[in-house]
C-alpha cells in the first residue's frame, strides 16, 4: 500500500500536468528523500522547490513552468490582502470563479 505522501505526490504531478501552474504539499521530513524526489520530478520533467517550515516540516512546491519559481518565492506566507487571495489562487489553478467568490468574503 503506497503512503499518503507518495499518493498526494502523484495527484500533484497529474495536476500540473493537466495544466494547474502549482501543486504544493506539507510534508514530514522523514517521509521522503530530496534525491529520490528529485528523480521522479525530473524524469517527470517537473520541477520543484523545498521551504523549511520548521525542524520537522517543509513545503513542497512542483511546477512546470521555469518562470513559476519567482512567483512562489514572491508569495506571503500568509495571505492578508484580496491581492494576496488573487494571486495565490490562480496560483494553485483555481477558476476564476472560485477565486472570486472566495475574495467577496474576505
Sequence with gaps: MKSNTVIDLHNGMAQIKQGKPCFSMTVKKYKFQEEGLHHILIDNNLNYLIEK????????????????????????????????????????????EAIMKFIRKV
Design 53 to 96: 517550515l520548521d525542524e520537522h516540516w517543509d513545503v513542497l512546491y512542483i511546477y512546470d513552468d521555469p518562470q513559476m519559481l519567482e512567483i512562489i518565492r514572491a508569495t506571503p506566507d500568509i495571505p492578508t490582502t484580496k491581492y494576496d487571495h488573487w494571486v495565490l489562487g490562480n496560483l494553485f489553478g483555481y477558476s476564476h
